[in-house]
């Protein structure tokens, strides 16, 4: 998606440790002008779907697949952070390890939100090592019910995340990929 691509190029910080920061349109302040472009290009991806549903996962997935919910007309549920132990309610459970954070946690979805008929697009704003991802790809399925893929505003190419979850038969569509970045060079996109 070009004018994503542009804007990254624009406002995007590259910082230590490969890590993009996109704080003054994306993850912070939030530009709903292009985030609403964002969910227009996700319809056109997944417009022969039937998505029933929208999952994401707190907290910055939000923003994005709420404007996106418009265009598809369903409902969002997001994947709750849990660090306690115990569980309480009928939910599915998830785990998550996030290594940019270099911790692991469980995330919950309640059973009454995620139905066997549903038709769910996964929803996030990166795409990294793909644990976020993979954990809301169990829910899903333990679920029953039918996953259409996944919808990533940016994907960390060089990280495993794409690669792993489309080895597990996910259909992910990622608006951009970066394919390497660095202060030197700048970032390099995939066609
Ligand atoms: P994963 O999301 O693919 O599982 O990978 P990872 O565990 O590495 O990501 C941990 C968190 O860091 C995620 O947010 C992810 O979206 C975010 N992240 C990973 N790489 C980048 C990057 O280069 N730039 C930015 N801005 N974020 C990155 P989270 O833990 O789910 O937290 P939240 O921000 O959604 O609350
Ligand atoms: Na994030
Ligand atoms: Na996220």
Do not use: W
């Not at 939910?91 to 009454?112: C, L, P, Q, W």
């Not at 333990?142 to 919808?151: K, N």
């Not at 960390?156 to 951009?176: D, I, N, P």
């Amino acid at each position: 998606m070009q004018l994503l691509k542009d804007r990254i190029i624009k406002d995007g910080k590259i910082r230590f440790g490969n890590v993009l920061k996109v704080d003054s349109f994306l993850n912070h302040q939030m530009d709903i002008e292009l985030f609403s472009e964002i969910g227009k290009e996700f319809k056109n991806r997944f417009i022969e779907d039937e998505v029933t549903k929208i999952l994401t996962i707190e907290a910055s997935g939000i923003g994005i697949a709420c404007i996106a919910a418009q265009y598809f007309k369903v409902p969002v549920v997001f994947a709750k952070k849990n660090q306690t132990k115990n569980i309480a309610g009928d939910v599915y459970t998830g785990k998550v390890e996030s290594f940019t954070h270099g911790r692991t946690y469980d995330i919950i979805v309640a059973k009454e939100f995620l139905q066997q008929e549903d038709k769910v697009l996964i929803i996030d704003d990166f795409l990294a090592n793909g644990s976020a991802l993979l954990g809301l790809t169990k829910l899903v399925r333990d679920a029953g019910a039918t996953l259409v893929g996944a919808g990533i505003v940016i994907e960390k190419g060089f990280q495993e995340g794409g690669e792993l979850v489309r080895s597990h038969g996910v259909r992910v569509e990622s608006l951009a990929i970066i394919d390497s970045m660095n202060e030197e060079d700048g970032l390099v996109f995939r066609n």
